[in-house]
């Protein structure tokens, strides 16, 4: 490592990798809402914030659990139909709140897809925010209501049943058929649109 009377070591959020300090600065000088999105490898928060001197503060936020406990999600929090559905809940919260538009706030961007399906979500709640159309592979909106899993699920169940058992173990443990994703999908989306 270098040293010396001239050597600086950079800030400890940027060694880590969690914070691009240029970035954020530039969304902080904008004064706009920011539309936070991250994501872990089992859960999806989304979170509409205001900066002040003094810190952020948090206007609206969803996370993926919730879908578990009150909206009768049935399958795996960390998937991109489960990150759709945040976002989606995320997207109301904030139109009941009056927030019409936010700029995106991606951090250091890792678990692509499901954060793209929150965003997604977000916009299709009615809530502005600025992206280009390009932003969204091509072919992406099948993927959200979990028609892709339902799809390999299948051809998997007959194709290799042994694999199929193997692979889709945590679904059988809580007792969800990963061949009937969509219809689990719609009703919960049905129960987000009726009582967020």
């Not at 970035?23 to 002040?52: A, D, P, T, Y």
């Not at 990150?83 to 250091?108: C, F, H, P, S, V």
């Not at 965003?119 to 502005?128: D, M, R, S, W, Y």
Request: proline fraction near 4%; aromatic fraction near 10%.
């Amino acid at each position: 490592m270098a040293h010396g009377p001239k050597y600086r070591l950079p800030l400890k959020r940027r060694r880590k990798g969690k914070t691009n300090y240029h970035k954020r600065l530039k969304l902080l000088k904008s004064r706009k809402l920011r539309l936070v999105v991250r994501g872990s490898n089992n859960h999806m928060i989304v979170q509409v914030v205001k900066s002040f001197m003094g810190g952020d503060k948090i206007l609206v936020s969803a996370f993926s659990k919730e879908l578990t406990k009150k909206y009768g999600w049935k399958a795996n929090t960390g998937n991109i139909p489960a990150a759709y559905l945040t976002g989606y809940l995320a997207g109301l919260r904030a139109k009941k709140q009056n927030i019409e538009e936010a700029i995106l706030d991606l951090g250091m961007f890792s678990h692509k897809y499901r954060v793209l399906a929150a965003f997604k979500g977000f916009l299709e709640a009615g809530v502005e925010v600025p992206h280009r159309d390009e932003f969204f592979p091509e072919g992406f909106e099948t993927k959200m209501d979990g028609s892709q899993i339902e799809q390999y699920a299948k051809s998997l169940k007959k194709a290799d049943p042994e694999k199929y058992d193997i692979i889709f173990s945590q679904y059988k443990k809580k007792k969800v058929d990963p061949t009937k994703m969509t219809q689990n999908f719609s009703s919960s989306l049905k129960k987000i649109k009726s009582g967020a």
